[in-house]
């Protein structure tokens, strides 16, 4: 109901046009410069915020308007939510031309922070971004007045950071650094004391303030973190919690500025680490800022992974202690990166709490930010990290790959880490299959990170099974559901099934012993490739069921992409027997595919033309796969169910079946193809009644003349059959049982085409020339523009053999 609301205010905002706005504009300026602002007054101001945000230019008003938002913008006579939605109207409005703000007389911190965002939303601009960031580590720098507080400072300077980290000199981050560690380690330990609203009725004895407390209850006796618990809080411990908020940017813009970190090899990191382990905070208030404020960031990382250990009183808790852990852990490891002198009591700290929440599968996400620090530093530690790795890259994706967020963080940290896995461990390339779970069962939100990922996972060792994995990716996603509902049942209805019996269902046969080891296969966490995919075969079939499943469809509509990808990558690197096995394997699945009607004839549309790739790779697999390709190219119902498929095949084998590719391509051979060729194009073309006609691609029937011609160009003694066979194809495509399943246009290019190569053959010197070049010329750019315009010069040879190029003698 909420949002059928918020979507038709939304379309009205839209739809307020230039003259309405301009109306409604003078409105708000009236009752602004009335005498009392009332609820209409803000009101107003909220709708017409909505409508200069909700479209994607900027909307014009009039510049004396903007002048009054600005004047009651510094005005202290407004309320404050005033203030805020004229700070927020100004900012939808930028770049203004008509702005005037100044901000060096503002003492007020609140009013300061609104003033700066919207002079931050005039552009990104270096010399106003640094001239707001300069402004406000003014204001930070001061001592501020009673009742001030600097905490409205702090999103701006975030705000700056991320449009310009160079604009804050190496003197103004000090000072902030500086700031920041009093804020992260100094905070108040006492809850804060509501405000009173100075009622008739409030107390003036107004109760001290208890000390914070942790997430289970238990009275705090460390310094204050964000996972303190008060019912109040003080200001310095919304800075505390503000600094938390922005401490990873800040390192990473300026932490390791200066810095000069030891040698792996020098054993000073590790006194340095001993001697930061004892140093006391007077000796701390004497380090460099930012060497303090890694300390300081340290300790705080420190607390924060020793609360998580508590047991929450309320589930929200527990959620803000794994965001917690996660930050901790990731700022622990850039501070490692900014100095080594931290990386020994780290990797002993993050062991302990690798083994602490390992088991714990809604701690999964912190798992990626351990194993990322040890990818960083296991080496300079000396520590073997293969154990985490392992847990993360086994159990995790097979028991959580229905998790959204854990999916595309689990890839993006792949992604991230690609190359780095590739050098230093084989856990990676093992597990892949198991990162195929994610994009199975979360392919649309997948699929731009699987494209960035797969080329890292292709090698001449796995590029068989993935291409398995591929094709089967449709029925991963059935049998991961299977799996998943499986997992739901209560435990009475768990027990194994009959062998005797046949199971009834996808769930029964999820526990029957028939299906079991297919379905284990299917799901298996390691790479496997000395096992036989056909097994698969009736599990395809028993999955059916699921094959209208949204998210199995899902799923199958990301196959074509990834199998494109999949050979031009392949390209890359494949050697001939890879080569070969490809094409073999293509062949094959054709038939093996899951039973989505659109699925495989995208998937057929791919193979087919990564087929004529591979030809183009290696022409010589034509001849070396001839048995392979002669029994598929001589199977009628291909022509019909796989036309993409076939009809590329019979293209290659009139392009690449010669001597000028293969010197080992003999005449008989060639005889063998055109027989097979031959019987195929007979059988389609052959006159029926008129009731049972089957219909074929035009596409088909023209290759295949074109193949046939081919082959009689390099086997002369054939000429004679294939002409003959070509001047019947006007009776053909004039049988009534014929036009009646045909279209006039697909008959007249059959014909066409008929005749062009009837009359081609009439000179078979210069039909060998075009079709069967000499190896010198086979591959020189003459004799691929002799190719790519074919159907030009056949034009040109049908007008100087026949007046009439229509006419053939039938």
Same mark, same amino acid.
């Given at each position: ?26 409105? &708000? ?6 005498? #009392? ?44 939510? &005033? ?39 005039? /552009? ?7 001239? =707001? ?7 930070? $720098? ?55 609203? /100075? /009622? ?13 407390? #942790? ?10 973190? &964000? ?50 382990? =004892? ?24 607390? !924060? ?21 996660? $930050? ?6 850039? +501070? ?92 990676? @390339? ?76 996808? *769930? ?42 949204? @998210? ?36 094959? @699945? ?17 193979? /087919? ?7 183009? *790779?290696?022409?010589?697999?034509? =001849? ?18 796989? $036309? ?10 009139? #392009? ?93 290019? +059959? !014909?066409?085409?008929?005749? #062009? ?36 010069? *056949?034009?040109?040879?049908? @007008? ?11």
């Amino acid at each position: 109901m909420f949002t059928a609301a918020a979507e038709s205010f939304l379309k009205q905002a839209r739809e307020i046009q230039e003259e309405e706005l301009r109306r409604f504009a003078a409105r &708000v300026a009236a009752l602004l410069q009335g005498p #009392e602002l009332g609820p209409e007054a803000v009101d107003c101001l909220q709708r017409l915020h909505l409508t200069v945000a909700a479209t994607k230019y900027p909307r014009k008003l009039d510049g004396k308007f903007v002048e009054l938002l600005q004047m009651v913008l510094c005005s202290s006579k407004y309320t404050e939510q &005033v203030q805020v939605l004229c700070a927020a109207i100004l900012r939808e409005m930028s770049p203004c031309n008509d702005l005037i703000l100044s901000c060096n007389e503002i003492q007020d911190t609140k009013l300061l922070s609104l003033v700066l965002s919207v002079l931050l939303a005039q /552009g990104n601009k270096k010399a106003e971004v640094s001239a =707001v960031g300069q402004r406000i580590v003014k204001g930070l $720098e001061r001592r501020l007045p009673e009742g001030q507080s600097a905490r409205y400072l702090l999103p701006v300077l975030s705000k700056v950071i991320s449009l310009s980290p160079e604009s804050l000199t190496e003197e103004q981050t000090n000072v902030v650094s500086k700031k920041m560690a009093d804020w992260l380690r100094y905070a108040s330990i006492q809850q804060g004391i509501p405000q009173s609203s /100075g /009622g008739f009725f409030s107390n003036p004895r107004t109760r001290q303030p208890g000390p914070v407390t #942790e997430v289970d209850g238990a009275i705090a006796t460390d310094f204050f973190t &964000v996972l303190s618990m008060g019912q109040y809080y003080t200001q310095d411990q919304w800075l505390n919690v503000q600094a938390f908020s922005m401490l990873r940017n800040w390192l990473l813009c300026y932490g390791g500025q200066g810095l000069k970190t030891p040698k792996s090899d020098d054993k000073s990191g590790m006194d340095r680490s001993v001697m930061s382990a =004892v140093s006391t905070s007077t000796s701390s208030r004497m380090l460099p800022p930012k060497d303090r404020l890694r300390e300081k960031a340290f300790e705080y990382c420190q607390r !924060l992974i020793e609360q998580s250990n508590r047991r929450p009183l309320k589930k929200d808790d527990g959620d803000l202690q794994k965001a917690c852990l996660i $930050e901790a852990v990731t700022i622990m490891d850039i +501070i490692c990166k900014q100095d080594s002198s931290y990386v020994y009591r780290t990797v002993s700290f993050l062991k302990i709490l690798h083994g602490r929440i390992c088991g714990d599968a809604t701690y999964a996400r912190a798992l990626l930010p351990i194993a990322q620090f040890f990818l960083d530093h296991s080496k300079m530690a000396a520590v073997d990290s293969d154990a985490i790795y392992k847990h993360l890259f086994t159990d995790i994706p097979a028991q959580l790959f229905h998790s959204p967020s854990l999916a595309f963080e689990f890839v993006q940290f792949c992604k991230d880490n690609s190359q780095l896995f590739t050098e230093t461990s084989s856990i990676f @390339r093992q597990s892949f299959p198991n990162l195929f779970k994610f994009l199975a069962w979360n392919s649309p939100p997948l699929i731009s990170e699987f494209v960035d990922l797969l080329p890292f996972l292709l090698d001449a060792g796995t590029a068989i099974e993935i291409f398995h994995l591929l094709l089967d990716l449709p029925c991963l996603t059935a049998a991961l559901d299977i799996q998943l509902r499986s997992t739901a049942l209560p435990t009475s209805e768990k027990a194994a099934s009959d062998p005797a019996v046949k199971p009834a269902t996808c *769930l029964e046969a999820f526990r029957h012993p028939l299906y079991k080891s297919m379905f284990q296969y299917l799901l298996r966490t390691k790479s496997a490739p000395e096992d036989a995919p056909e097994r698969l075969i009736p599990l395809r079939q028993l999955l059916g069921s699921l094959a209208s499943s949204p @998210r199995v469809v899902q799923c199958a509509e990301t196959v074509p992409v990834l199998l494109e990808l999949f050979f031009r990558v392949v390209a890359e690197f494949a050697d001939g027997p890879l080569i070969n096995q490809l094409v073999v394997l293509l062949l094959q @699945r054709s038939d093996e595919l899951y039973e989505i009607p659109a699925f495989k004839d995208d998937v057929y549309r791919v193979l /087919g033309s990564q087929l004529v790739m591979l030809c183009k *790779l290696r022409p010589a697999l034509i =001849v070396e796969l001839s048995t392979e390709i002669l029994e598929f190219s001589g199977t009628v119902s291909n022509i019909q169910n796989k $036309e993409a498929i076939f009809t590329h095949v019979v293209w290659a084998i009139g #392009e690449y079946m010669s001597v000028s590719y293969d010197k080992r391509c003999t005449v008989e051979q060639i005889n063998r193809f055109f027989e097979t060729l031959e019987a195929m194009l007979f059988e389609i073309t052959q006159l029926r009644p008129l009731a049972s006609t089957p219909s074929y691609a035009p596409r088909a029937i023209s290759v295949l003349m074109a193949t046939l011609t081919k082959l009689a160009a390099r086997s002369q003694d054939l000429i004679p059959r294939v002409s003959m066979f070509l001047s019947k194809m006007r009776t053909f495509v004039q049988s009534p049982a014929v036009t009646a399943v045909y279209c006039e246009e697909d008959l007249e290019e +059959i !014909l066409i085409r008929a005749t #062009e190569l009837m009359n081609l053959l009439k000179m078979p010197s210069v039909a060998q020339f075009v079709f069967t070049p000499p190896v010198e010329v086979a591959s020189t750019r003459f004799q691929r523009e002799v190719n790519d315009s074919l159907p030009f010069a *056949l034009r040109i040879v049908t @007008r100087l053999l026949e007046p009439t190029p229509g006419f053939m003698p039938g």
